[in-house]
């Protein structure tokens, strides 16, 4: 059974999705609904600037410090989220997968090789990686995607490697050499099919990871200064001390990083028992 | 290429692995213990005849298969195939190889690929060796379907593997191995998953292989029912060496090895009125790692004597072609 | 009458589907009696040995009829009086026993453990039992403390074997005991299990796919085709007289050692999800009339104490016909 029935059957999973498919349009079309521009000081009708009020009619869900309509600034950040999590999702997956599949197919000093770079990237901590790198280059939303991406891909790549280290002996691919495949073909068309669902659960898993990891940073005050984003909403509530007042700045950001992460861990549910056969009713 | 040679012949092949046991491989680093998986064996295998290879768990007979597939190198030893050196082609000939050489499986719930359709498994083979169009691959596909029993093919070309019973799953393989019409199948235990019922039609369709089409057949097998119904010649395996082999019927009928008589006394008849004589063993099969000095089979033998234990028994030809690994053989 | 079925029916529940696994089966076995439950994957065989000891998954049922153990009626009884039959009285060797053992845990440990969860012993004295039981199926007592890993598919077998024995039941039910077996290997178990019979004077029940097992070690048949029972015999009439088209293609298709020629049955076995009322054989028979796709053959004794569920078991010369005609089988209008 593939992936797409599975998820039909598993309410928990399914929901999951639909949350990141929800926001995944909220990425897309946000800054086209957002009533108003997310930089804009807005002013009332003498011309004083509305800094934290409180949600009404004319500003859903209120304004900043400095008067942005927070309902605009959710809308567009969503869009830097979408960014930042799709692309970094894809490259770990990317760079994953391929470690994988030639690691578990090849074996022998391939395997070593690429395994070896693994385990020294597994050996980086993540914080302080992120820290260094991005305090060294300029805080951009392209830094942080590579920031983010470059340490990731190490654990699909070693789930990945034993998933295809399995199939490399099944006889289906004996089957393949002997029709007289070469070994790139046997990797990307017949071995890579097998470990689609894993891929796209992978894939998914990091989109809603990378989400919170970019709101993370950007709290930490290393995001891109110029692009609005709900870690730096967060990180800018928090240092201008609105914290404990506005709680219209605070909860919108907040309840959407933590419906994504809760996203996440809907589908890792799933992850597992698509990963793992013996889990699955037959 | 000469019309006499033996289409397939394997010279003194073995085929061993290296295990190393942790701690006692850093004090001792030189000393290597063997999985003599196949330990010299030599056969040969006429155009246009099926050739039984008979064996129980750990005889080989598999390593072997794979081996004369260029599935695995071998050790030491030839796999010459129409007098050229299996082992000694480059990878980039090796797809030619694999236009006269094809292979059957066991298991035919492993044995296709899952995320293709009957259609995608039938094209590789197409794709990867000709250049022909997709009416001229289809035409190819459905008629190669038909020969396999699959008919009408449109009901099966575009279901996945868990769509198909067992025995359609291996049609498939069994589609996927002549679809590029080889001159030479090794078919391991293609029947030994299979209900009953279906065992029947598949042997016969291996038996239609070479009656019409020529084709050669080495049948892997610890079956002996199944080899006597297709083999003319069969060998028998043991631990990785061959201790006798001749024509199917004078083996069945007289067979000069302990071990061989052992195997086929053991086979139960499916007539109650008939009474087997057992020819007694002692014990279990040994592991690949401890296999017997001098005759591999000795500890097992009723006939034993000290030369057994001392002197690993050479390959002997008796009369009728029937070579015999024993020291009591005459 | 050591068994008595009657009309069992097993049904598997799959989604909204009802799946007719064991569908109104009759079969006795008497004390010291073999008996041997002969069909295909997904006939129901193994099905009907579970219901047996009630060791059904949860979405599987005993929907009727009645196993008497005995006398004493087991479809009904609560959880712990089965569990004093199951082992004590009737016991199993599962199929795929080569996974039956837990791979953690030594295999002496395990059948204390086994002989300890049916009946009341102390520690030792269970230990004694298992080293007595182990020397009985022909293994050697130190052989207790190995892992299952360490041990050859034979010996699995054995000790498998020996956890059976344990408790010295009536009936031990063993579910294809020899695949994934070596012929000879194979051959000393089946002798094994033979020589522990005429020690214990236990019945057998040989559930398996193989028909010369049976032909060899069983006073009875019964063959069993998706989840009906076709034939149903002494081993001697069923085998040299089969009168099931089913029995008779399963001869014919059967390879042995001196068979120069193999007839298969078409076709495939139908699926368990459908109820019509006609013969579950029917597209695959050479003999198929438009009565079996009617009405559902029930089973009548068409010779002394020899049953079969065909609507033309009598005519014996189209069956005699059936025996050896390849032309007979190939031509079936199902295809």
């Not at chain 1, 593939?2 to 928990?12: E, M, P, S, T, V």
């Not at chain 3, 009458?1 to 079925?5: D, P, T």
């Not at chain 3, 032309?327 to 295809?335: A, D, L, S």
């Given at each position: 059974m593939?992936?797409?029935?599975?998820?039909?059957?598993?309410?928990?999973s399914?929901?999951?999705?639909?949350?990141?498919?929800f926001?995944?349009?909220?990425?897309?079309?946000?800054?086209?609904?957002a009533?108003?521009?997310?930089?804009?000081?807005?002013?009332?009708?003498?011309?004083?600037?509305?800094f934290?009020?409180?949600?009404?009619?004319?500003?859903?869900?209120?304004?900043?410090?400095?008067?942005?309509?927070?309902?605009?600034?959710?809308?567009?950040?969503?869009?830097?989220?979408?960014?930042?999590?799709?692309?970094?999702?894809?490259?770990?997956?990317f760079?994953?997968?391929?470690?994988?599949?030639?690691?578990?197919?090849?074996?022998?000093?391939?395997?070593?090789?690429?395994?070896?770079?693994?385990d020294?990237?597994?050996?980086?901590?993540?914080?302080?990686?992120?820290?260094?790198?991005?305090?060294?280059?300029?805080?951009?939303?392209?830094?942080?995607?590579?920031?983010?991406?470059?340490?990731?891909?190490?654990?699909?790549?070693?789930?990945?490697?034993?998933?295809v280290?399995?199939?490399?002996?099944?006889?289906?691919?004996?089957?393949?050499?002997?029709?007289?495949?070469?070994?790139?073909?046997?990797?990307?068309?017949?071995?890579a099919?097998?470990?689609?669902?894993?891929?796209?659960?992978?894939?998914?898993?990091?989109?809603?990871?990378?989400?919170?990891a970019?709101?993370?940073?950007?709290?930490?005050?290393?995001?891109?200064?110029?692009?609005?984003?709900?870690?730096?909403?967060?990180?800018?509530?928090?240092?201008?001390?609105?914290?404990?007042?506005?709680?219209?700045?605070?909860?919108?950001?907040?309840?959407?990083?933590?419906?994504?992460?809760?996203?996440?861990y809907?589908?890792?549910?799933?992850?597992?028992?698509?990963?793992?056969?013996?889990?699955?009713?037959? | 290429?000469?019309?006499?040679?033996?289409?397939?012949?394997?010279?003194?092949?073995?085929?061993?692995?290296?295990?190393?046991?942790?701690?006692?491989?850093?004090?001792?680093?030189?000393?290597?213990?063997?999985?003599?998986?196949?330990?010299?064996?030599?056969?040969?295998?006429?155009?246009?005849?099926?050739v039984?290879?008979v064996?129980?768990?750990?005889?080989?007979?598999?390593t072997?298969?794979?081996?004369?597939?260029?599935?695995q190198?071998?050790?030491?030893?030839?796999?010459?195939?129409?007098?050229?050196?299996?082992?000694?082609?480059?990878?980039?000939?090796?797809?030619r190889?694999?236009?006269?050489?094809?292979?059957?499986?066991?298991?035919?719930?492993?044995?296709?690929?899952?995320?293709?359709?009957?259609?995608?498994?039938?094209?590789?083979?197409?794709?990867?060796?000709?250049?022909?169009?997709?009416?001229?691959?289809?035409?190819?596909?459905?008629?190669?379907?038909?020969?396999?029993?699959?008919?009408?093919?449109?009901?099966?070309?575009?279901?996945?593997?868990?769509?198909?019973?067992?025995?359609?799953?291996q049609?498939?393989?069994?589609?996927?191995?002549?679809?590029?019409?080889?001159?030479?199948?090794?078919?391991?235990?293609?029947?030994?998953?299979?209900?009953?019922?279906?065992?029947?039609?598949?042997?016969?369709?291996?038996?239609?292989?070479?009656?019409?089409?020529?084709?050669?057949?080495?049948?892997?097998?610890?079956?002996?029912?199944?080899?006597?119904y297709?083999?003319?010649?069969?060998?028998?395996?043991?631990?990785?060496?061959?201790?006798?082999?001749?024509?199917?019927?004078?083996?069945?009928?007289?067979?000069?090895?302990?071990?061989?008589?052992?195997?086929?006394?053991?086979?139960?008849?499916?007539?109650?009125?008939?009474?087997?004589?057992?020819?007694?063993?002692?014990?279990?099969?040994?592991?690949?790692?401890?296999?017997?000095?001098?005759?591999?089979?000795?500890?097992?033998?009723?006939?034993?004597?000290?030369?057994?234990?001392?002197?690993?028994?050479?390959?002997?030809?008796?009369?009728?072609?029937r070579?015999?690994?024993?020291?009591?053989?005459? | 009458?050591?068994?008595?079925?009657t009309?069992?029916?097993?049904?598997?529940?799959?989604?909204?589907?009802?799946?007719?696994?064991?569908?109104?089966?009759?079969?006795?076995?008497?004390?010291?009696?073999?008996?041997?439950?002969?069909?295909?994957?997904?006939?129901?065989?193994?099905?009907?040995?579970?219901?047996?000891?009630?060791?059904?998954?949860?979405?599987?049922?005993?929907?009727?009829?009645?196993?008497?153990?005995?006398?004493?009626?087991?479809?009904?009884?609560?959880?712990?009086?089965?569990?004093?039959?199951?082992?004590?009285?009737?016991?199993?060797?599962?199929?795929?026993?080569?996974?039956?053992?837990?791979?953690?845990?030594?295999?002496?440990?395990q059948?204390?453990?086994?002989?300890?969860?049916?009946?009341?012993?102390?520690?030792?004295?269970?230990?004694?039992?298992?080293?007595?039981?182990?020397?009985?199926?022909?293994?050697?007592?130190?052989?207790?403390?190995?892992?299952?890993?360490?041990?050859?598919?034979g010996?699995k077998?054995?000790?498998l074997?020996?956890?059976?024995?344990?408790?010295?039941?009536?009936?031990?039910?063993?579910?294809?005991?020899?695949?994934?077996?070596?012929?000879i290997t194979?051959?000393?178990?089946?002798?094994?299990?033979?020589?522990?019979?005429?020690?214990?004077?236990?019945?057998?029940?040989?559930?398996?796919?193989?028909?010369?097992?049976?032909?060899?070690?069983?006073?009875?048949?019964?063959?069993m085709?998706?989840?009906?029972?076709?034939?149903?015999?002494?081993?001697?009439?069923?085998?040299?007289?089969?009168?099931?088209?089913?029995?008779?293609?399963?001869?014919?298709?059967?390879?042995?050692?001196?068979?120069?020629?193999?007839?298969?049955?078409?076709?495939?076995?139908?699926?368990?999800?459908?109820?019509?009322?006609?013969?579950?054989?029917?597209?695959?028979?050479?003999?198929?009339?438009?009565?079996?796709?009617?009405?559902?053959?029930?089973?009548?004794?068409?010779?002394?104490?020899?049953?079969?569920?065909?609507?033309?078991?009598?005519?014996?010369?189209?069956?005699?016909?059936?025996?050896?005609?390849r032309?007979?089988?190939?031509?079936?209008?199902?295809?």
């Open positions: 593939n992936a797409i029935d599975f998820l039909r059957k598993d309410k928990f399914l929901a999951g999705v639909v949350i990141l498919v926001f995944g349009c909220l990425g897309l079309a946000g800054p086209l609904i009533p108003y521009d997310p930089w804009y000081v807005n002013r009332d009708k003498e011309g004083n600037p509305l934290l009020t409180t949600p009404d009619s004319t500003h859903l869900l209120g304004t900043d410090n400095m008067g942005r309509d927070i309902l605009s600034e959710l809308l567009h950040g969503a869009r830097t989220v979408l960014i930042v999590g799709f692309l970094t999702a894809f490259i770990v997956v760079i994953g997968a391929n470690f994988g599949l030639l690691a578990g197919y090849y074996g022998g000093r391939i395997d070593s090789i690429l395994m070896r770079i693994t020294v990237v597994y050996s980086i901590p993540f914080t302080p990686f992120i820290i260094v790198l991005v305090a060294l280059l300029r805080p951009s939303i392209l830094y942080v995607v590579l920031a983010l991406s470059l340490l990731m891909w190490r654990a699909p790549a070693r789930v990945i490697r034993s998933q280290l399995g199939l490399s002996k099944r006889p289906f691919i004996k089957a393949a050499k002997v029709s007289g495949a070469s070994d790139l073909r046997i990797v990307y068309l017949h071995i099919p097998n470990i689609m669902p894993l891929v796209l659960l992978y894939l998914a898993t990091n989109v809603a990871w990378a989400i919170t970019e709101a993370g940073i950007s709290f930490l005050g290393l995001g891109d200064p110029g692009l609005v984003s709900w870690g730096r909403m967060l990180h800018l509530c928090y240092m201008v001390g609105a914290i404990r007042v506005a709680w219209w700045w605070l909860w919108p950001p907040g309840i959407c990083i933590i419906l994504v992460t809760v996203a996440i809907l589908i890792s549910h799933a992850f597992e028992e698509i990963a793992n056969p013996r889990l699955r009713k037959r | 290429m000469h019309q006499d040679q033996p289409l397939l012949a394997i010279k003194n092949l073995k085929k061993w692995y290296a295990v190393r046991f942790g701690l006692s491989s850093l004090l001792r680093p030189s000393e290597h213990t063997y999985i003599r998986a196949v330990d010299d064996v030599s056969l040969d295998l006429n155009r246009g005849e099926i039984g290879l064996g129980e768990s750990g005889s080989g007979k598999t072997l298969g794979e081996v004369v597939v260029r599935l190198r071998p050790t030491s030893g030839m796999v010459l195939l129409n007098g050229t050196d299996v082992s000694a082609i480059r990878k980039d000939r090796l797809r190889y694999y236009r006269d050489v094809q292979m059957i499986f066991q298991d035919p719930y492993e044995t296709l690929n899952p995320r293709f359709t009957t259609a995608g498994t039938l094209d590789e083979p197409l794709k990867i060796h000709f250049n022909l169009s997709d009416t001229d691959r289809r035409e190819r596909i459905d008629s190669t379907l038909r020969v396999v029993g699959l008919d009408p093919p449109d009901m099966f070309v575009d279901k996945y593997p868990h769509e198909m019973s067992g025995g359609q799953r049609r498939v393989a069994i589609a996927r191995a002549i679809i590029l019409n080889p001159s030479f199948i090794v078919a391991d235990e293609p029947t030994s998953m299979l209900d009953v019922s279906i065992r029947a039609s598949i042997l016969n369709l291996l038996k239609s292989f070479k009656q019409n089409y020529g084709v050669s057949i080495l049948y892997i097998s610890h079956d002996l029912s199944t080899v006597s297709l083999c003319s010649r069969l060998a028998v395996m043991y631990l990785g060496k061959i201790l006798e082999a001749g024509s199917t019927d004078k083996v069945l009928q007289d067979p000069v090895h302990p071990y061989t008589k052992a195997l086929i006394s053991a086979i139960p008849i499916a007539d109650p009125n008939v009474k087997r004589e057992r020819v007694s063993v002692k014990g279990d099969i040994p592991d690949a790692l401890h296999i017997p000095l001098g005759c591999r089979f000795w500890p097992r033998c009723s006939k034993a004597e000290e030369v057994c234990r001392k002197e690993e028994p050479g390959l002997e030809e008796l009369q009728d072609a070579t015999v690994a024993c020291h009591f053989a005459v | 009458m050591l068994l008595e079925i009309g069992l029916r097993t049904y598997y529940r799959i989604g909204r589907d009802c799946c007719r696994a064991v569908d109104n089966v009759s079969m006795n076995i008497s004390k010291a009696e073999n008996l041997g439950l002969i069909g295909e994957s997904g006939c129901g065989k193994t099905t009907l040995a579970k219901s047996i000891l009630r060791l059904l998954p949860r979405n599987a049922e005993i929907v009727g009829g009645s196993i008497r153990f005995l006398g004493t009626e087991l479809v009904d009884m609560d959880e712990e009086d089965i569990r004093r039959i199951r082992w004590g009285q009737i016991s199993l060797i599962p199929q795929s026993s080569m996974n039956a053992l837990n791979p953690v845990h030594r295999v002496g440990d059948v204390v453990e086994a002989i300890k969860i049916h009946q009341r012993m102390a520690k030792n004295e269970a230990k004694r039992r298992v080293e007595d039981l182990f020397g009985l199926v022909g293994l050697e007592k130190n052989r207790m403390r190995d892992y299952p890993h360490q041990l050859s598919g010996m077998q054995r000790v074997i020996a956890m059976a024995l344990a408790l010295e039941p009536s009936l031990i039910i063993a579910d294809e005991p020899t695949t994934a077996l070596d012929v194979q051959d000393q178990i089946l002798e094994e299990l033979t020589r522990l019979q005429l020690k214990f004077h236990n019945s057998i029940m040989y559930v398996t796919h193989d028909i010369s097992v049976v032909a060899e070690r069983c006073h009875k048949v019964a063959i085709y998706a989840g009906k029972l076709m034939e149903y015999g002494s081993v001697s009439d069923v085998f040299t007289k089969p009168l099931h088209p089913y029995a008779i293609g399963l001869r014919n298709s059967f390879p042995s050692l001196r068979s120069k020629s193999l007839i298969s049955i078409p076709g495939s076995p139908p699926s368990l999800l459908s109820n019509e009322k006609a013969c579950r054989f029917r597209q695959r028979c050479p003999l198929s009339l438009d009565i079996c796709s009617e009405r559902e053959p029930t089973m009548i004794e068409a010779r002394s104490k020899h049953f079969v569920a065909c609507h033309r078991c009598n005519e014996t010369e189209i069956l005699t016909s059936l025996e050896h005609d032309e007979v089988w190939q031509t079936i209008k199902g295809f």
